[in-house]
Nanobody, 123 residues
């Protein structure tokens, strides 16, 4: 199973960026997909998750209204559209796959992880 993130980079505060995660070696459509992030010196935290069919989405309070998660099961991809970016959004962003929607915000519940992609938001 492989999850590969892309799309990270350097952006100014107030700007937008889109992260993508491509999956291979997994029956993508049965997995809840999540995005987490880890800033230097901090624990990895939940950002957003989407149910297997895309009908349900979940967000942390810190990104609600600014970030949008979506998925394309035919392409085996999950995206994170990020708007109104803030310096505090700076982190390495990881996508992950989980079998249960009930644990969508729990880092330990996720079975597979990507290697991460760096987002830096300058002030």
């Amino acid at each position: 199973v492989q999850l590969v993130e892309s799309g990270g980079g350097l952006v100014q505060a107030g700007g937008s960026l889109r992260l993508s995660c491509a999956a291979s070696g997994v029956t993508f459509g049965v997995y809840v997909m999540g995005w987490f992030r880890q800033a230097p010196g901090k624990e990895r935290e939940f950002v957003a998750a989407i149910s297997w069919n895309g009908d349900s989405t979940y967000y942390s309070d810190s990104v609600k209204g600014r970030f949008t998660i979506s998925r394309d099961n035919a392409k085996k991809t999950v995206n994170l559209e990020m708007n109104s970016l803030k310096p505090e959004d700076t982190a390495v962003y990881y996508c992950a796959a989980d079998r249960s929607i009930r644990t969508y915000s729990r880092r330990a519940a996720y079975d597979y992880w990507g290697q991460g992609t760096q987002l830096t938001v300058s002030s």
